[in-house]
């Protein structure tokens, strides 16, 4: 098939049919449904990037698995070069969009995969390697989209998954058959499940050995039967599905709640299943991946605002107020901190015994704690810049009433040489990059909530060798 151009890709989708549900109603037709065409529209950017020629080098790459160009949303980083790329990759895609687009979890899953189903089999003998090898070749021939399926719902936080007095609050098998595995359970905050073409399954968390049916990996179509979408709210979806008061914003970002009920899985698509001690491994893996992919992609979301505060700053007559051009130095370099700190992840990436490469984690866990505390800070500021309008624009609808438009578009006039109407959907686009709930929280929790980075950089840093150097300084000798 090859790689897929921008309509390709939604025709693509269009030909999954996949159970899904939002507002208390089922939705049949998934691609035109504007409030998930939106978020198509983001995945569909991946796309349409990789098919202009000066994007071709960054966002295509031969696959040494096939041999044949691929879209670098499929290729596991097999060097420092290919772990550079997912953060330059992000970045542009995400100043594209000035939101999520969707699309890295799925090769977060990929990249982490490639390591570990290699490192299962050199212990157990099993061939998920080879299963993973057949999967990512599916995925690579035919430019397909995945999601990662790792949160799940959890029950109560206090108790391990066989400890829960509902045994389904995590993923687990019910039942394994000759031909292959049954699992029930249900994945919380499905960025983009309904624009991809393949969920893929990792565990949440570390597991033992009580909790071994709970340890289980596996790549499955987003329309498997047993598979429900339930797709969540967020702030801004209403706008979508009135089609107004978006302003020229076109993209955006949605996460289901994804019911696994009953999904049956051959075994070809299973990737560890019951080698309890590699589930930590696993999600380790993927969240310092994803945690990487973020600073890319975040990075790109701020220059998103950087261009709207100084726009609304010429449309306001605020573009040399002093205090204001301070205020954008601190967002250019909070954006170029967290960008830095992600290529340093991958500079400091080492190739694993797969020859897959791995990134730093603790300077990819670095730049995640940095980004959860200063994307709040650059919508701060890009506000603060901006004016009370993000807040409270009137709606399009008034602006086009006979009765009060006119007054409206008197009044919301800044300088004389801007027409009011490019005001306000610069306005829209502030709203939009500071408020859309699906987006910014995963500022916070994506990847993981903030102590699970905190705690991984104590795991990982060596704080043996700091100890030593403190006391060679001191001139104490144990
Ligand atoms: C917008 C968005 C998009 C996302 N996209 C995806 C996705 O595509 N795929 C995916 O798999 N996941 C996704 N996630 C999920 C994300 O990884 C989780 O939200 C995150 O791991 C936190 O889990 P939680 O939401 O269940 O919160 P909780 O785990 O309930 O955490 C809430 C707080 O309680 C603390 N806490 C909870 N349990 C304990 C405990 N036992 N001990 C100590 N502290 C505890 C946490 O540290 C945190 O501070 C997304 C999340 C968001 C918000």
Not at 60 to 80: A, D, K, Q
Not at 339 to 360: H, R, T, V, W
Request: glycine share 8%; hydrophobic share 35%.
């Amino acid at each position: 098939m090859g790689l897929m151009t921008k309509d390709e890709y939604i025709e693509s989708i269009r030909a999954l049919k996949p159970v899904a549900y939002m507002f208390g109603e089922r939705v049949t037709n998934i691609v035109d449904n504007p409030r998930l065409r939106a978020g198509i529209e983001a995945t569909g950017a991946t796309y349409e990037l990789a098919s202009k020629p000066e994007n071709r080098d960054l966002m295509v790459t031969m696959s040494p698995l096939i041999n044949e160009p691929v879209s670098r949303f499929n290729l596991p980083p097999g060097s420092t070069e290919d772990l550079v790329a997912r953060v330059k990759v992000n970045r542009m895609v995400a100043n594209y969009v000035g939101t999520c687009h969707q699309r890295c979890t799925g090769l977060d899953c990929l990249s982490t995969l490639a390591i570990v189903t290699y490192d299962i089999d050199q212990k157990y003998g099993t061939s998920y390697n080879k299963n993973f090898l057949e999967f990512l070749k599916h995925m690579q021939k035919n430019d397909l989209t995945g999601n990662a399926g790792v949160t799940d719902v959890k029950g109560d936080r206090s108790l391990n998954p066989h400890e829960q007095v509902d045994k389904d609050m995590f993923l687990r098998v019910v039942e394994k058959r000759d031909d292959g595995i049954v699992v029930r359970g249900a994945k919380a905050h499905q960025t983009g499940s309904l624009s991809s073409h393949e969920i893929i399954v990792l565990p949440t968390r570390a597991m033992s050995k009580e909790d071994k049916d709970y340890a289980v990996s596996f790549a499955i179509p987003s329309d498997t039967p047993g598979l429900i979408h339930v797709v969540g709210r967020s702030s801004l979806d209403m706008r979508e599905i009135d089609g107004a008061d978006c302003g020229n914003v076109y993209y955006s970002k949605y996460c289901p709640t994804l019911i696994f009920d009953d999904v049956f899985v051959p075994w070809n698509r299973v990737f560890c299943c019951g080698e309890s001690e590699f589930a930590s491994d696993l999600v380790i893996k993927f969240s310092s991946f994803h945690r990487q992919s973020h600073g890319g992609c975040k990075s790109g979301k701020i220059d998103c605002m950087i261009g709207t505060a100084l726009t609304l700053m010429d449309y306001n007559g605020t573009a040399k107020v002093s205090h204001l051009k301070q205020k954008v130095i601190d967002m250019i370099h909070r954006a170029e901190t967290l960008y830095a700190c992600c290529l340093a992840s991958s500079y400091e990436g080492k190739a694993q015994p797969s020859g897959a490469y791995f990134i730093d984690t603790v300077l990819a866990n670095a730049s995640k704690i940095h980004e959860g505390k200063e994307m709040a800070e650059a919508t701060r500021l890009m506000i603060d810049a901006c004016g009370g309008f993000v807040a409270d624009l009137p709606s399009d609808r008034d602006f086009a009433n006979p009765e009060v438009g006119d007054l409206l578009k008197k009044y919301l006039k800044a300088v004389d040489n801007v027409p009011v109407e490019k005001r306000v959907k610069m306005y829209r686009l502030a709203e939009k990059l500071a408020l859309e709930s699906a987006d910014t929280i995963s500022d916070i929790h994506g990847g993981g909530s903030p102590e699970a980075h905190r705690v991984t950089i104590f795991r990982e840093t060596n704080i043996n060798s700091k100890k030593k150097s403190a006391k060679r300084l001191a001139g104490i000798t144990d």
